[in-house]
């Protein structure tokens, strides 16, 4: 319990004192970057797209080290385009992928050049401050190339990325992407949690003089930090909406987001060991089985909210994806490898020994051993899979529909008055 209070207490103060947070109004100071090529931003454009990009401090130098100083570097090889997220993927250009050393970004058909450092004005202010209208709705990404041969570049970048929405009269800018939920998803999310919570609530206290283990605490203290994530989350994109950027919100709700997940998993590791149900002790291997998932869960959301917080342009972030999807693959194979060997295990003790008898209620019951494995493979390995370019809105689906037939299995009232018995016989 100490340990986890020091992870979350650790964890607050990182983002506390973060740096400012980056949603569709990005801020980048970038010094001496060689990279040929950044990715800014990613955004679905409606026919009313805009992009704004604005630099200022400018200047472009060529490496002493592996270029000849005596060639300077050409301003028209360097500079932003538009590129859609179909011919991103033909061309390979994604940051884990270099592109052909012959082949220069900027000279890709089908582009939309923004400018390049040629547009800049004359020094000393080296600056640059455009809008452009986009013209095809699509999702598209921000670049930044250079194809100078490692030439470093030092500038200041201010990017906006919206759409505009027409109000009557009025005409108000919407940052949301078009792929991104809006607050009402979130809002619906929280009311079905809400009345979920309410629920459940109603049927703890129904069964809380025999049926009510800590278990379903535990399954209730999930729900109440689910519907403040989904709270927090409806400030946190109205925010992005209007004005683009976070305003703190967005520090809550990684906290909550965070508490969640690993509540989550904790929970799943519990029932499928059969804590409170047919084990009233968690023998060591458990335990250590236990802290070995929450650690998992812990590396994955602090390196999924370090890669957001980070933006599209930091060099890492590429790998920061791939630490995430590979602990997510390896939390659902051992998970449910581990909840298998322990189901197994139950069956054999149940034919093998007499003293376990009291236990055969739980056939007549909702409570499936043998079944749960089954259902927490389907769940995990649906959020876990890659080739699923699934939306907030359908993960977050997945995810009630998982935990509306674990908490229906695991209700306070399956637990029959024999659990009494058992306890005794398995201390």
């Not at 704004?52 to 060639?71: F, H, L, M, R």
């Not at 179909?86 to 089908?110: G, M, T, V």
Request: glycine share 2%; aromatic share 16%; with cysteine.
């Amino acid at each position: 319990m100490r340990i986890l209070t020091a992870v979350l207490l650790l964890f607050f103060f990182i983002f506390i004192f973060a740096l400012p947070s980056i949603a569709d109004i990005n801020s980048v100071k970038i010094l001496s970057d060689n990279r040929d090529l950044i990715l800014f931003s990613k955004f679905e454009y409606s026919h009313t797209g805009y992009v704004s990009v604005a630099v200022s401090s400018a200047g472009i130098s060529s490496n002493s080290v592996t270029s000849n100083a005596s060639q300077p570097a050409d301003p028209s090889r360097v500079g932003f385009f538009l590129l859609s997220q179909e011919l991103s993927d033909r061309y390979h250009l994604q940051l884990k992928f270099r592109p052909n050393p012959d082949l220069c970004a900027l000279d890709i058909k089908n582009i939309t050049v923004l400018f390049t450092f040629r547009d800049l004005s004359p020094p000393p202010r080296s600056s640059f401050n455009m809008s452009y209208h986009v013209t095809y709705p699509d999702n598209y990404l921000l670049f930044f190339a250079n194809c100078n041969n490692q030439s470093l570049v030092t500038m200041n970048v201010r990017t906006e990325l919206y759409n505009l929405l027409e109000d009557g009269t009025t005409t108000t800018k919407d940052y949301l992407s078009a792929r991104e939920p809006h607050p009402f998803h979130y809002f619906r999310f929280f009311l079905i949690y809400l009345c979920f919570l309410g629920f459940w609530t109603k049927i703890c206290f129904k069964n809380q003089q025999q049926r009510f283990q800590m278990i379903h605490l535990l399954m209730y203290v999930l729900l109440f930090i689910t519907v403040l994530h989904f709270i927090f989350a409806v400030a946190d994109q109205h925010d992005i909406k209007v004005t683009g950027t976070h305003h703190g919100w967005h520090v809550v709700f990684y906290i909550f987001q965070f508490m969640r997940n690993v509540l989550l998993f904790t929970i799943i590791v519990l029932i499928g060991v059969g804590w409170c149900f047919w084990k009233w002790v968690l023998p060591l291997r458990d335990i250590w089985f236990l802290t070995l998932v929450i650690l998992l869960r812990v590396v994955a959301n602090v390196s999924y909210i370090v890669a957001e917080e980070s933006g599209l342009y930091y060099e890492h972030r590429v790998d920061l994806d791939d630490v995430i999807s590979v602990i997510d693959i390896t939390c659902c194979i051992v998970i449910c490898f581990y909840t298998a060997l322990v189901c197994c295990e139950f069956k054999l003790a149940k034919d093998a020994s007499t003293f376990l008898r009291p236990f055969s209620s739980l056939k007549e019951t909702s409570v499936r051993p043998d079944v749960f494995p089954v259902l927490v493979l389907v769940y995990l390995m649906f959020m876990a899979s890659e080739s699923l370019e699934m939306t907030i809105v359908a993960k977050e689906s997945n995810s009630f529909v998982f935990s509306m037939v674990m908490f229906y299995m695991y209700r306070p009232s399956v637990v029959e008055d024999e659990g009494e018995n058992c306890k005794k016989l398995l201390v």
